[in-house]
């Protein structure tokens, strides 16, 4: 069923049929070709074979779980972006904390509506914001090329997911800044929600650990957020 989508084809992986029938028709309203598998054997195969612009799965699947598709993605090099679906709130940490490049969750009962808008901003980021400048940003040993998408570390090249390379830039645009949680989850993750401001911890977590030394680079100002300095 490949319907020549103008937006690019999504991957849902949802054993639950009525979910995934309304994410198909959100989605396909909206401009994107939509693949439907319902369980993770089939979901990881069609991930493979499809090279989907996006991939929204369910965390338990039969056959193999949400997170384990992921973590065979990326074990091929596959960094496409994805958002998972959870039915347990406490299961987020968890899911963030892979380092699987899980890039935004929504926790079941979900509006379609909010999903089709996370995924348009996980695409947005995920291929650069023009308006976000191409200026190179360097502070101590890491580097940041916007245009490249690219990041060093003591001029080593440093892996980052699409919301991980965001959130690093946006610190670097103005070094000595304090940015709240809620600032930088309206700027990176293009919503505000209070609930969502541990997904700000998790990933700044994830950008420390990958930077090594360089890590204290972020520092944490308490009670406030985070800001960037040398
Ligand atoms: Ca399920």
Same mark, same amino acid.
């Given at each position: 069923?490949?319907?020549?989508?103008?937006?690019?084809?999504?991957?849902?992986?949802?054993?639950?049929?009525?979910?995934?029938?309304?994410?198909?028709?959100?989605?396909?309203?909206?401009?994107?070709?939509?693949?439907?598998?319902?369980?993770?054997?089939?979901?990881?195969?069609?991930?493979?074979?499809?090279?989907?612009?996006?991939?929204?799965?369910?965390?338990?699947?039969?056959?193999?779980?949400?997170?384990?598709?992921?973590?065979?993605?990326?074990?091929?090099?596959?960094?496409?972006?994805?958002?998972?679906?959870?039915?347990?709130?406490?299961?987020?940490?968890?899911?963030?904390?892979?380092?699987?490049?899980?890039?935004?969750?929504?926790?079941?009962?979900?509006?379609?509506?909010?999903?089709?808008?996370?995924?348009? +901003?996980?695409?947005?980021?995920?291929?650069? +914001?023009?308006?976000?400048?191409?200026?190179?940003?360097?502070?101590?040993?890491?580097?940041?090329?916007?245009?490249?998408?690219?990041?060093?570390?003591?001029?080593?090249?440093?892996?980052?997911?699409?919301?991980?390379?965001?959130?690093?830039?946006?610190?670097?645009?103005?070094?000595?800044?304090?940015?709240?949680?809620?600032?930088?989850?309206?700027?990176?993750?293009?919503?505000?929600?209070?609930?969502?401001?541990?997904?700000?911890?998790?990933?700044?977590?994830?950008?420390?650990?990958?930077?090594?030394?360089?890590?204290?680079?972020?520092?944490?100002?308490?009670?406030?957020?985070?800001?960037?300095?040398?």
């Amino acid at each position: 069923m490949s319907d020549a989508p103008a937006k690019g084809l999504v991957l849902v992986v949802e054993d639950e049929r009525p979910i995934a029938d309304l994410v198909r028709l959100y989605l396909a309203r909206d401009g994107f070709g939509v693949h439907v598998e319902h369980d993770g054997a089939a979901g990881l195969a069609a991930a493979r074979r499809l090279r989907p612009v996006a991939c929204i799965l369910d965390i338990a699947l039969p056959g193999l779980e949400g997170t384990e598709i992921v973590r065979r993605l990326r074990g091929d090099g596959d960094w496409t972006p994805v958002i998972f679906l959870t039915a347990r709130d406490d299961e987020v940490d968890r899911i963030l904390g892979l380092e699987l490049g899980g890039d935004d969750y929504v926790t079941k009962p979900f509006s379609p509506r909010e999903l089709v808008t996370r995924v348009k +901003t996980l695409l947005r980021r995920a291929s650069g +914001t023009p308006d976000e400048g191409r200026r190179v940003r360097t502070l101590g040993p890491v580097t940041l090329d916007p245009g490249r998408r690219q990041v060093t570390v003591y001029g080593a090249p440093l892996t980052l997911t699409p919301t991980e390379f965001d959130l690093l830039g946006h610190l670097l645009n103005r070094p000595g800044r304090v940015f709240t949680r809620e600032e930088l989850l309206a700027s990176v993750w293009g919503y505000a929600s209070a609930a969502g401001t541990r997904t700000v911890d998790v990933h700044v977590a994830q950008v420390r650990a990958k930077l090594g030394d360089a890590a204290t680079l972020i520092r944490t100002v308490r009670g406030v957020g985070y800001t960037a300095d040398a």
